[in-house]
């Protein structure tokens, strides 16, 4: 039998919050999953509203498009709705189950379950595990808890079945292993991951100084093809891994791991960019960025967070964070290392929306050493 499932396509930046908004309006489809694509993201929802929309449109800025599509009610995709129906089907006393998972992340053989999922379901625990197993195709089950408060916000992942914690993800033909009780995989970079890959850093020396598993040392080596990258993390455990998705990519020889704080262990004078993936601000780290750009200078790919004031454009919002940052950046260039610099803004890239007014973005920074017979000005 056929059935007409309903989406909202809207751009990827904006996934997760309007996800958020639909959920309190009663209208996003839990039974099945949002798709990022490289550009938008398709939302699940049971109906169309055109007050819904209006409301997405005012809050984000952009108006969402409608899709439509004909499936199979039987098809296994919709696993959400094939667990429930099994569940429904094959436990004595199942209506007294209300916290069965609404979303999943699949890493290699084992679901991570949302942290809210079978908490009240010890009795029937073995029976659901065994059913999620079947359904999803899986011989581990993992449930999220909130993470544990130090320095590293680091996971506390329970493994409700299986004890081996390790896990893989692949991206953008990358292979990502991590330990999912130690480490948590950063699912919402995937554009800023693609941009990279789609740059030229042959005979370029990187260095990213919040290297964490490698999600950008990684397409800086095997896709931008760059010459070496230096790799600071103060996280042992993101290290560990770290280490090993070099080793499987076969990138190894051309990659420097510094563990400790990059403020303390990253080199001077060493780079043709420097990659700053802290938000919300990777401010802490701009004297080390600086310090390490060659002599004549390089790029550094800014990230940050930026919170649009009510009645503002998100675009002026980036370009006054950008220009900001771009004279801090020209100070800390001239008080380190000396000279008359300049600085441009290549590009401001969005890599996803926290809210109806919080983005994520990077900016591209080129700065340069002026001759002493320039005439660019100086800050």
Same mark, same amino acid.
């Given at each position: 039998?056929?059935? %007409? ?15 958020? !908004? ?20 398709? !939302? ?6 055109? $007050? ?57 053989? !084992?679901?991570?379950?949302? $942290? ?34 130090? %320095? ?38 995937? $554009? ?120 503002? %454009? ?6 006054? !964070? $950008? ?44 700065? %340069? ?11």
């Amino acid at each position: 039998m056929q059935k %007409k499932q309903r989406f909202l396509v809207i751009e990827k930046c904006f996934g997760q919050k309007c996800r958020e !908004l639909l959920e309190k309006e009663g209208s996003y489809d839990k039974t099945r999953k949002m798709v990022m694509f490289e550009s938008n993201a398709e !939302l699940p929802v049971t109906v169309f509203s055109e $007050s819904v929309e209006e409301r997405i449109a005012r809050e984000f800025g952009t108006v969402p498009r409608r899709k439509e599509k004909e499936v199979d009610v039987q098809d296994p995709k919709n696993l959400i709705q094939l667990l429930n129906h099994k569940v429904h089907n094959s436990i004595d006393g199942y209506q007294t189950l209300t916290d069965l998972p609404q979303t999943y992340e699949i890493y290699d053989d !084992l679901i991570l379950l949302p $942290s809210q999922a079978l908490r009240n379901s010890e009795v029937f625990l073995d029976q659901i595990l065994e059913l999620i197993c079947d359904v999803f195709r899986v011989k581990r089950v993992a449930r999220k808890n909130a993470v544990v408060n130090d %320095k590293f916000r680091s996971p506390r992942t329970d493994l409700l079945l299986g004890s081996d914690p390790w896990v893989f993800k692949v991206e953008n033909k990358i292979k990502y292993n991590f330990n999912i009780r130690k480490s948590m995989f950063c699912r919402g970079n995937i $554009s800023e991951k693609i941009r990279i890959s789609q740059f030229f850093c042959a005979g370029e020396v990187v260095v990213d100084l919040f290297a964490g598993i490698g999600y950008f040392v990684l397409p800086y080596l095997v896709h931008a093809k760059a010459s070496h990258v230096i790799a600071c993390e103060w996280n042992p455990n993101s290290v560990e891994a770290l280490r090993l998705n070099l080793k499987e990519a076969k990138v190894e020889d051309r990659c420097t791991v510094l563990l400790g704080d990059n403020r303390e262990v990253c080199p001077v004078s060493v780079a043709d960019r420097v990659n700053l993936g802290l938000i919300p601000s990777s401010s802490i780290s701009w004297k080390t960025a600086v310090l390490a750009l060659k002599g004549e200078g390089g790029t550094l790919h800014i990230h940050a967070n930026v919170e649009v004031k009510p009645g503002e %454009k998100k675009r002026a919002a980036w370009e006054a !964070l $950008s220009q900001s940052t771009r004279d801090s950046i020209i100070k800390l260039l001239v008080q380190e290392k000396g000279g008359s610099w300049s600085a441009e803004i290549l590009h401001i890239e969005c890599v996803k929306s926290y809210g109806p007014r919080i983005y994520h973005i990077v900016l591209d920074l080129l700065c %340069k050493l002026n001759s002493t017979n320039s005439d660019l000005p100086l800050l």
